[in-house]
């Protein structure tokens, strides 16, 4: 994703998220600033979701669908249960991105998936998968 890529170029980990309202709509991108904006949370899953509360308003995040450069994580994960989205499509896993840059091991890494699993909400997760670009382009069409 070219939002990971321009989030490297700035001095932030590599990562990039889209959320697409459930009527197809693209109502957000962001990277990841954690280390420009000296906010650990700030995540670009956590920024996406909090430009579209900003923006448009929290009410549309419900049934939305979230495109991530990488598994999200605990925290994001909980604020994608949080928010009612219903889709999480990522590239690529805790396990293959985070050896690549040079990141420490989690004291507790939980899979994304096991996170959703406790969603008082369906929560489709879709990932690790190379797809993602056609994803955000074509969200209604499930590649497996």
């Known amino acids: 994703?070219?939002?990971?890529?321009?989030?490297?170029?700035?001095?932030?980990?590599?990562?990039?998220?889209?959320?697409?309202?459930a009527d197809g709509v693209r109502l957000a991108e962001a990277e990841n600033s954690a280390a420009i904006d000296n906010d650990i949370a700030a995540h670009a899953e956590m920024?996406?979701?909090?430009?579209?509360?900003?923006?448009?308003?929290?009410v549309r995040l419900a049934g939305a669908a979230i495109y991530a450069s990488g598994e999200p994580?605990?925290?994001?994960a909980g604020a994608i249960v949080r928010f009612g989205l219903r889709r999480i499509v990522f590239a690529q896993s805790w396990s293959t991105f985070a050896?690549?840059?040079g990141?420490?091991?989690?004291?507790?890494?939980?899979?994304?998936?096991?996170?959703?699993?406790?969603?008082?909400?369906?929560?489709?997760?879709?990932?690790?998968?190379d797809v993602v670009q056609h994803h955000i382009d074509k969200p209604d069409v499930v590649i497996t």
């Open 99 to 101: 050896p690549a840059i």
């Open 47 to 58: 920024n996406a979701i909090r430009m579209v509360c900003r923006g448009v308003g929290q």
């Open 1 to 21: 994703m070219d939002l990971a890529a321009r989030a490297a170029q700035r001095g932030n980990r590599p990562f990039g998220a889209v959320i697409v309202g």
């Open 103 to 129: 990141a420490q091991a989690a004291g507790v890494h939980i899979a994304v998936s096991a996170i959703t699993a406790l969603a008082p909400h369906a929560i489709s997760v879709i990932g690790p998968c």
């Open 73 to 76: 994580c605990p925290m994001c």
